[in-house]
T-cell receptor, first 113, second 118 residues
Framework: DTAVSQTPKYLVTQMGNDKSIKCEQNLGHDTMYWYKQDSKKFLKIMFSYNNKELIINETVPNRFSPKSPDKAHLNLHINSLELGDSAVYFC????????????FGSGTQLSVL | AQKVTQAQTEISVVEKEDVTLDCVYETRDTTYYLFWYKQPPSGELVFLIRRNSFDEQNEISGRYSWNFQKSTSSFNFTITASQVVDSAVYFCALSEAFYGGATNKLIFGTGTLLAVQP
């Protein structure tokens, strides 16, 4: 049983397209995240949701829109994809209180051509 | 501002050598947590350890050990008798309290690529 699962694992698309990445966790956590890992492996938070409420929006372009239909799901929709959006996107979850560890999905490698 | 520095970009060792990965952090918080994650070549991020700022005891888990020293703001990670399967990028991270603790924002270092040669 995968704890944090995200799909697809690979996404290759053309500039200007719109795409979505889905994430689900079965850990019973109440907080979910999107992180971006660039080509130099640097990991940076994009968004955090706690019980479906947006908590962190880390100056991400508004072409990126997260959606949390329930606390077990956090999807990421990206409009008008640009070359610079190419990266690995990681979904993660944690139990919100007391600085609990984040558990990450396996990542989605997005390539914008 | 919160910051994590992993000065070692790449380390290469031969199997069975011991290796220490350095992590230095900056924070103004009195309560904070530190983490290590492993990213093997397959790409997933694997949680290794979490320590809070009030617990400076060293931790050992099999071949892995961690040395936390508040006086030097360091949280170093040592692998004893390294193996090829230890080859990965290792990230140190610092938590930043947010929204009354309802979420845990991790500030990651830039990672250290460890290559263990057979």
């Amino acid at each position: 049983d995968t704890a944090v699962s995200q799909t697809p694992k690979y996404l290759v698309t053309q500039m200007g397209n719109d795409k979505s990445i889905k994430c689900e966790q079965n850990l019973g956590h109440d907080t979910m995240y999107w992180y971006k890992q660039d080509s130099k492996k640097f990991l940076k938070i994009m968004f955090s949701y706690n019980n479906k409420e947006l908590i962190i929006n880390e100056t991400v372009p508004n072409r990126f829109s997260p959606k949390s239909p329930d606390k077990a799901h956090l999807n990421l929709h990206i409009n008008s994809l640009e070359l610079g959006d190419s990266a690995v996107y990681f979904c993660a979850s944690s139990q919100g209180k007391e600085f609990k560890a984040l558990f990450f999905g396996s990542g989605t490698q997005l390539s914008v051509l | 501002a919160q910051k994590v520095t992993q000065a070692q970009t790449e380390i290469s060792v031969v199997e069975k050598e011991d290796v220490t990965l350095d992590c230095v952090y900056e924070t103004r918080d009195t309560t904070y947590y530190l983490f290590w994650y492993k990213q093997p070549p397959s790409g997933e991020l694997v949680f290794l350890i979490r320590r809070n700022s009030f617990d400076e005891q060293n931790e050992i888990s099999g071949r892995y050990s961690w040395n936390f020293q508040k006086s030097t703001s360091s949280f170093n990670f040592t692998i004893t008798a390294s193996q090829v399967v230890d080859s990965a990028v290792y990230f140190c991270a610092l938590s930043e309290a947010f929204y009354g603790g309802a979420t845990n924002k991790l500030i990651f270092g830039t990672g250290t690529l460890l290559a263990v040669q057979p």
